[in-house]
């Protein structure tokens, strides 16, 4: 890629490179050397993050995470694992994720608020943490920059070690799952070990997602789901096509798909990825899944799935499986760490065949750095 008017690109943009290999493919795999940082952090400030965690749970309070864009699905994995937390302690709260303009115009009264916001400066975010403040509640924040503007709303502030420099982030997502399993009390030397080895494992089958990738083909959308977690990953993913290949993509709930947007879809102009890697679904998950790729296939839609071997087995013969095994050590992070990586490799690929940069998520175009100003610059509101 050529751009031959580079006046306005200054430092506050990643780096505009005119082939591959792209930052956010170093990003990818500089992500293994995360773990021991942040797993193994045992910092005043995040021993304090998390006993305000589980003095609100205890309590009975709420226990919201909140984000925008990728640190919003970074909140709904940080929820997940905080609840489960809660589970093995014996507790029945749930944590909760929102949407950070959602928790800023409509905040729960008291307990723990945690904000993740890689840069620091997303003001929808720094707006949630002012009203939970407001309204008595605790406010902790998972960031790589630890003198943003997000940070001045923040009592607690977790800092990762290393600064996501393509704007397709995806060191930033890991990140603040790792972020939030050390809150979960996630530590140690085997859980460190766990987690390298679910990320490089996963880097090791660049390979096999980008022959995913490749069945995707080149359709003008593509539509990707899952359910619980896995829809986390799913919005993951759609978010990471769209900013990094500019292909439309929408990520629906795995049953809200049956209901009505398969009209949508066509076999010349869809293609769907299916996303099953949360350990602690059954068999009326995997049976759910099949028929959706069943109807898929019966469609013609060309359909990927990333899931164990076990049910990639039960799936139409068109299907084209990645295999992704559920580690038996630590399964819930270890499946999350992988289904991370593995959507963003598969990113990658589809990045590759699109022949796209995506760094600057389009922002190397006057118009999109022109609408990129009106969401991020405005400040009445």
């Known amino acids: 890629m050529t751009v031959d008017d580079r006046d306005w690109l200054t430092d506050d943009f990643p780096e505009l490179r005119d082939a591959p290999p792209w930052v956010m493919e170093e990003m990818i795999f500089a992500q293994p050397k995360l773990v021991a940082p942040i797993l193994g952090a045992d910092r005043t ?8 965690v589980r003095e609100g749970a205890t309590a009975g309070e709420p226990v919201v995470v909140t984000g925008c864009g990728t640190s919003e699905h970074a909140a709904v994995v940080v929820a997940e694992l905080l609840t489960d937390s809660f589970h093995q302690e014996g507790l029945t709260v749930r944590a909760e994720a929102r949407q950070a303009l959602d928790a800023a115009l409509d905040p729960r009264a008291g307990g723990i608020y945690i904000a993740i ?52 982030h995806t060191l930033a997502y890991v990140s603040a799952i790792l972020a939030g399993a050390r809150i979960c009390g996630i530590a140690g030397d085997e859980a460190m070990d766990a987690a390298v080895s679910a990320i490089e494992s996963t880097l090791g089958r660049r390979a096999d997602l980008a022959a995913a990738a490749a069945h995707l083909g080149r359709s003008g959308r593509i539509v990707t789901a899952g359910l619980g977690i896995d829809q986390a990953n799913a919005s993951e993913l759609a978010l990471k096509i769209a900013e990094g290949a500019r292909i439309p993509t929408t990520a629906y709930h795995l049953e809200t798909l049956l209901h009505g947007h398969l009209a949508g879809c066509d076999a010349a102009a869809t293609s769907l990825v299916l996303l099953a890697l949360d350990p602690r679904q059954g068999a009326r998950r995997d049976r759910r899944l099949a028929l959706v790729a069943e109807a898929a296939w019966t469609i013609g839609i060309p359909t990927v799935a990333l899931a164990p071997s076990s049910l990639l087995a039960t799936l139409p ?61 405005t400040p009445d509101w």
């Open 317 to 377: 013969s068109g299907v084209h499986g990645a295999a992704l095994e559920p580690s038996p050590v630590g399964p819930l992070l270890s499946s999350l760490l992988q289904s991370a990586v593995a959507v963003q490799l598969l990113t990658l690929g589809v990045v590759e065949l699109a022949g796209t940069d995506p760094d600057l998520i389009r922002r190397e175009e006057r118009a999109y750095r022109e609408a990129a100003r009106l969401g991020d610059e």
């Open 45 to 52: 400030e995040v021993t304090r993050l998390r006993d305000a």
């Open 117 to 168: 916001s890689h840069d620091g400066g997303t003001r929808a975010t720094k707006l949630a943490l002012e009203a939970a403040r407001e309204r008595g509640a605790t406010t902790g924040l998972i960031t790589a920059c630890a003198d943003s503007s997000c940070a001045s709303g923040a009592d607690l502030v977790f800092v990762t070690p290393v600064h996501d420099d393509s704007w397709c």
